[in-house]
């Protein structure tokens, strides 16, 4: 999503016949664009409270994790005898010791603040007692995931502007906090290649990490994993290099090679220690892909700007991603009806707080431990200046990239130049990384016809295009006129997608649904809505970008080709039958239910 209130705006419009590149400078107020919630806490503003001995925090259990689980609820019991503020907060660190003394050195003339790191997460002690004020006492049940360190809760007063600290309470760990978690999967550069990518605390030093799988039933192989990480360098500014930061641990991708086609797996993920102890994950299972051309039933599932959010209710006045959890919770339910899944852009909205990429992995590790989950670069991954992205914004944090690059495998040429394809048995997705130039005579533009231009439109017949930002058609109200999108986009594209006959392009970025009718420089090519047959002679534009980040709203016009538009958080779904049917659908987040949806009918 864009985090500017004003920028320049380029966008086509036919006027009497001609196509007219008009330049705006819009002003618009974005209802959208809400600052992250760990922005709002002074954190350099932090001090200590008069002393109150009477005051305590107590946490319990003291262990988590005992039966293996990587999450666990906890109870914070509070006890403040001078409640002074109804604003009074409880922030959760890790790790537990978040003093002055672990502020990295920056001015040694300067004294460190008291706080210099982000808690992991925070909730106001009224939701725990709306009496609180008066009583001082207050119990919160809080949800902990495994971060690879031990916590601690520290009592505030003074709200997030002038925060005081009050007490801390006792710490609690995970059993064991190194323990490989939240495996991602994602297709490789071969249709019968499956990655698994995983994150744990164990450095390549203490353990050699491996991946046990196979058929179901059959006898069980290893494969062996390689192992990266990065460090607060590697970060590009603030705050992913100072408040934001957190430890990452260690990221593990592993291949799974020579899949048999649509045949079930089963995988655990292992560490061998050097006493040749092996800590083990659970058993998780997943589908592996079709080979192209391959005919059966095929389910696939896209949409974008998701982020994440917590299911105790902590950090409620973010009101940034409330739909996450529901788009989540709907995909979830459906599991055993999906294959593939897209991710395109703007992930955890973390936005240089780093602990936020740990919960959104586990959000989403029912899904991606089963079904491919394929991502898009967004302008909250990689956008920073001077750190080579397409736009000179400051949108990822600090972050420039490195963390999406490192935490998850997409199946590209370079990491920091997130442009791919997936064959998917009748499919052919063509992923752009709208963050990277894409303007003819580029790398990536000349990717995106050879991607377009390769495909055997007989054995596949589906071919999509995917990008995060709008590079098509969107009345979104920060695109503000008929037809407009990012600069120069269709001018490089459109041309693209008429001449190799892309079916539909699929966009995120703006935070709603929208389809347009098959369209070609701002005219339908096709009056049909419903059930389309043949040619499109035009490419139908979805935006679907309402994972779950907060809402944006429509411009007050009606153009001559949007035929669906909703305000609400929902995805898509594709599903191909056969070579010549095909059923795409809008599902609303809230109920799972159908609220839009066409069909594309061919010859075999």
Known sequence: MINTSSYVIL???????????????????????????FARIAIDKTVLAVSDAAAFVEVSPSVLGSRGQSSEWVNVNISNPHPTDVNDWIG??????????????????????????????????RYGNPNYKYTGKAILKLQLINQRSDFSFALFTGGLSKPKLITVSNTIAFANPKSPNYPRLAQGKLWNVTTVTWTSGYSIRESEPFVEWGKQGEKQRRSTAKTLTFNRNSMCGAPAKTVGWRDPGYFHTSFLTGLWPNSLYTYKLGHKLSNNTVIWSQVYEFKSSP???????????????MGKDEADGSNEYNQFQRGSLNTTRQLVEDLKNIELVFH??????????????????????????????????????????????????YDSGGECGVVAETMFYVPSQNKTKLWYYVDYGMF??????????????????KFIEDCLSSVNRQKQPWLVFLAHRVLGYSSSLFYYI???????????????WRKYNVDIAIFGHAH??????PIYQSKCMNNESKEYSGSLNGTIHVVAGGGGASLSEFAPINTTWSVFRDYDYGFLKLTAFN????????????????????????GS
């Open 579 to 602: 070579h010549s049917k095909l059923l795409f659908e809008y599902k609303k987040s809230r109920d799972g239910k159908v609220y839009d949806s066409f069909t594309i009918s061919r």
């Open 428 to 445: 052919r997705f063509c992923i752009a990384d709208s963050e990277n130039d894409w303007r003819e005579g580029s790398e990536q533009y």
């Open 512 to 517: 709603n649904y929208e389809r347009t009718c």
């Open 11 to 37: 966008c086509w419009v036919n006027v009497g016949g001609f196509s007219l590149l008009v330049v705006l400078w819009s002003l618009i107020s974005l209802q959208s664009v809400v600052s992250h919630p």
């Open 291 to 305: 080979y192209p051309g391959q005919s059966s039933l095929q389910r696939v599932i896209i949409f974008g700007d």
């Open 92 to 125: 959760v660190f890790s790790p537990s010791n978040f003093s002055a003394s672990t502020c990295a050195a920056e001015n040694p003339r300067v004294v460190s603040p008291l706080l210099c790191t982000a808690p992991i997460k925070y909730k106001y002690v």
């Open 482 to 496: 008929q037809g407009c999108a990012e600069p120069m986009a269709r001018e490089s594209l459109e041309n693209l």
């Open 344 to 393: 395109i852009g703007d992930l955890s909205y973390a936005n240089g707080y780093l602990s936020q990429w740990d919960q959104f992995t586990s959000q989403i590790e029912p899904i991606a431990s089963y079904a491919p989950y394929m991502i898009a670069s967004g302008n909250h991954e990689r956008d920073w200046p001077n750190s080579g992205s397409f736009y000179e914004n």
